[in-house]
């Protein structure tokens, strides 16, 4: 006989709320499992990039270094951002000091923005103050100098100690270039020696000038000025801006700073310079005044083979330095990155 | 009547039979966890390993140096004291964790094991001498700290300007797990300390593999090649045993390449 009907409702009801409550707890489960691993894997994730985004801030900093070292400074670097601090460690000579560069890398969770994934790296990098070796006050990667016409190459240093740190330098040789170099006058040259052959020309000056020409030399490396000169005004009387110009300059302006002349360096009489003019390649006649050193030749020999140099170059160690220091780079000493926390 | 035993039936046995799958699926991501947590310790050490710093590579056996702290020399005594900077000074790392110094020269480090307490020589001037040298102290005094006998470690003390490693020697090794011995475990221990279980539930077929440039990895390699390792890939595959008998082992596979950032 079957059940009254009363009776057989209340076992679909039960049935019913049983398989609701069976369903509901499969659904539950597999959304805690697969939430918890959802969260730990993000977090993993998250960990992960942070660390990624503080090395990045590391390399990104001591690649960029030019000139004075800064306390600090963030990279905004995917989805995090690299905070930079440097402290100095050790002056191992007044051009080279060591510093600790730490780099702390975070990455924001939108849905705990309180508490980032946090990674800390630590490098140590020396910094070299003034980089540039100046072997000559004048280097060209040509045959052939003939410094004549008004030209002059003194390399007695006219500052001194009281003038900058630094001043009152020791004379160096005052040209160099692969074959020959000649003065037209006795006293056209003044060094200690006057002049040096060095029969690898431009390769040999390139090698030991100890700056990549590369990097200065590429349009993505970001200068000051690029194809334009400040208001020298307007700019601190001890500051030494780099300047790039591109293609062939005809030079008839008046400045200081690092001159970098990718392309042809051409000039004229009025041309004054306190400071440093690297270029690739220079013009057949230089003429006008530099306080400062010339390197030229610095992407395979100098497409003059012989250089005309009626150009007045005197040594100014102070007006040297302060464009040497513009060059100033860190170099990341090998083996030395390691985790912190 | 029978059809309410069929429905009932039925019920007990989705019931049972979803449980089963619940237990695996949380065996499975209990696995997948605890793997995925000791790989992470473990790659967080192995990672910075500095080049030099691998003392054991075997199958199942890797003993590395790693660097708690590098500082620079920036100051020294008259005697072999040599003044220290590292990041949170001592109070920064845990002493207890120094396995050895190690003292780099050119681009290498050369490794001493020692204690702490062997190198610990606490000098209040520390960062006074190093300001003398051109160190910035401010707000950083008590990162400046003295180290003591490196001459005898090394035959002579490191110059100032020279880099000083504090290091933690691990030893990792893939053993019959002491907590279910029907399964491995991943055990760790400081330089002269014991093994301790950090993860249980490894497969037999997980190991350490090493690569020395190009792309392969091998589980051995000649000890003439061990200073070129310049990755270690750590295979941690789990196994669980199953929630109820006569089913299959619960397994997961997991590796982990880890480049030695130092060393590349």
Not at chain 1, 280 to 304: C, R, S, W
């Amino acid at each position: 006989m079957r059940p009254p009907r009363d009776e057989r409702r209340g076992f679909v009801l039960a049935f019913v709320v049983f398989m609701l409550f069976a369903i509901s707890v499969t659904g539950a489960t597999g959304y805690m499992m697969v939430a918890s691993e959802w969260e730990m894997s993000n977090h993993s994730g998250q960990g992960a990039e942070a660390l990624t985004v503080a090395r990045a801030g590391l390399e990104r900093f001591v690649a960029e270094q030019i000139g004075a070292v800064g306390d600090s400074v963030s990279y905004a670097l995917g989805d995090g951002v690299a905070l930079i601090t440097t402290r100095k460690l050790y002056e191992q000579d007044s051009l080279t000091h060591v510093y600790y560069v730490r780099s702390e890398g975070t990455v924001d969770d939108i849905f705990s923005p309180n508490s980032p994934a946090r990674r800390v790296v630590g490098g140590y990098a020396v910094h070299h103050k003034r980089p540039l070796a100046h072997h000559a006050m004048v280097m060209i990667g040509a045959n052939r100098i003939d410094v004549a016409n008004g030209g002059e190459i003194d390399s007695i240093d006219r500052d001194n100690a009281v003038t900058c740190t630094g001043g009152g330098a020791t004379p160096i040789t005052g040209a160099i270039a692969a074959i020959t170099v000649t003065e037209a006058d006795a006293n056209d040259i003044q060094g200690v020696p006057d002049w040096e052959i060095w029969s690898g020309g431009s390769s040999e000056i390139v090698d030991s000038i100890a700056l990549r020409w590369d990097v200065l030399s590429d349009p993505d490396f970001p200068v000051e000025f690029e194809n334009t000169l400040p208001d020298f005004g307007s700019i601190p009387s001890d500051s030494f801006p780099i300047i790039r110009y591109t293609g062939w300059v005809y030079a008839n302006f008046t400045g200081r700073g690092l001159l970098i002349i990718d392309g042809v360096f051409d000039p004229g009489s009025s041309f004054t310079w306190d400071g440093i003019v690297l270029a690739k390649h220079t013009d057949d006649i230089i003429q006008g005044h530099l306080d400062g050193f010339l390197v030229a030749g610095l992407e395979g020999p100098n497409m003059y083979s012989t250089v005309d140099y009626r150009m007045r170059t005197h040594f100014h160690s102070c007006d040297l330095n302060g464009a040497n220091e513009t060059l100033s780079y860190m170099e990341l000493l090998e083996n030395t990155i390691f985790e912190g926390s | 009547m029978v059809l309410s035993t069929f429905i009932i039936g039925l019920v007990s046995h989705a019931f049972l039979v979803q449980n089963q799958y619940y237990s695996t699926q949380t065996l499975r991501t209990s696995a997948q966890d605890n793997v995925r947590t000791a790989t992470e310790l473990m790659a967080r050490e192995i990672r910075t390993t500095a080049g030099g710093g691998v003392v054991v590579a075997g199958a199942r056996t890797l003993t590395i140096r790693s660097p708690i702290a590098v500082g620079v020399v920036c100051g020294q005594e008259i005697t072999s004291g040599r003044h220290i900077h590292t990041e949170g000074g001592p109070a920064g790392f845990d002493s207890d964790e120094v396995g050895g110094v190690a003292v780099r020269s050119g681009t290498t480090w050369t490794f001493q094991n020692t204690t702490w307490a062997a190198i610990n020589g606490s000098d209040s001037q520390s960062a006074t001498r190093c300001y003398d040298n051109g160190a910035d102290t401010t707000g950083a005094y008590s990162e400046f700290h003295r180290l003591n006998g490196l001459d005898v470690l090394f035959g002579t003390a490191p110059n100032e300007g020279d880099l000083v490693m504090l290091f933690r020697e691990t030893t990792f090794k893939i053993q019959a797990s002491q907590l279910d011995p029907t399964t491995l475990g991943l055990f760790r221990s400081q330089y002269g300390g014991a093994l301790t279980e950090f993860a249980t539930g490894i497969d037999a077929t997980a190991q350490f593999q090493y690569r020395t440039g190009g792309a392969s990895y091998a589980d051995t390699i000649p000890g003439a090649a061990i200073d070129d390792i310049d990755a270690i890939r750590i295979v941690a595959d789990a196994r669980l045993p199953a929630p109820t008998g006569g089913q299959d082992d619960v397994r997961f596979g997991w590796s982990v390449n880890v480049a030695l950032r130092n060393i590349q």
